[in-house]
């Protein structure tokens, strides 16, 4: 392929399908060239670029308690020319099949939704940001399949530790935090979309940039309905009750 890296699939394969982790995800370094990286990350737009769509800093008249400070461009029109060159690289058949083998599913598609998909495009996350954890959408909202596998790319150079912006994965109750994927320049993390994927990124220090693209499978036994993500508390969360209020309501929302 043109700007993704050849790959250890073998390697890959083995880390997503470890049967320790409590849903199945991998970290791939150095996946993108490192010409195309660099592109990619210097073509981003400025902070007040008018094409940045801005996520919600309130709910229903409430402060946020489960995303602030995020901004996104899904558009293909919009997004710079080089990023938009990458995620169509990873919507490639040429990649499905690759992910197809990693993953074992067969059916695995990309989401032609707007042409680059309902969950795909440039993403950042200002000082002070977060997205507390969750699981993602389960049922695309227009073409009615399964979202099934969600990869995220980490594109700040200077990264530090000091800047934070870790996605966290936590296990399927809730309990305990079981890793902290740091956000390293030319990282991606790749994971399956299943009930209780839990993960967020509840701490940005730093200015922060990804992208993704999420995958699809159209199968006839899946019956979810959920087209949002739920949000989940961890332990010791703070606002128990206004987001005993808020959480139903927001993963019940249509506006997609």
Request: glycine share 4%.
């Amino acid at each position: 392929m043109k700007y993704i890296n050849n790959l250890n699939i073998e390697k890959i394969k083995s880390s997503f399908n470890d049967p320790k982790k409590p849903y199945r995800y991998v970290v791939i370094d150095d996946f993108l060239t490192t010409e195309t990286c660099r592109k990619f990350s210097e073509s981003y737009p400025d902070i007040d670029d008018k094409n940045w769509y801005r996520f919600r800093d309130t709910f229903h008249g409430e402060d946020n308690v489960f995303e602030k400070g995020m901004m996104g461009i899904s558009n293909k029109e919009q997004l710079p020319p080089m990023c938009l060159e990458v995620i169509n690289e990873l919507n490639s058949q040429n990649f499905i099949n690759i992910l197809k083998n990693i993953t074992g599913l067969e059916g695995l598609t990309n989401d032609t939704h707007n042409d680059i998909g309902q969950w795909a495009g440039i993403r950042a996350m200002l000082p002070g940001a977060y997205q507390s954890i969750h699981s993602d959408a389960r049922k695309h909202p227009h073409l009615g399949t399964e979202k099934r596998i969600t990869l995220v790319g980490y594109v700040n150079k200077e990264w530090t530790e000091k800047d934070s912006g870790y996605t966290e994965v936590w296990n399927d109750n809730m309990t305990e935090c079981i890793d902290k994927v740091a956000p390293k320049y030319n990282r991606v993390l790749i994971f399956e979309n299943t009930e209780k994927s839990y993960h967020g990124v509840p701490e940005v220090k730093n200015y922060r940039k990804t992208f993704l693209t999420s995958y699809l499978l159209d199968t006839k036994t899946f019956n979810e309905t959920r087209p949002k993500a739920r949000f989940v508390k961890r332990p010791n969360e703070k606002n128990v009750k206004l987001w005993d209020k808020l959480s139903k309501i927001r993963e019940n929302l249509n506006d997609y």
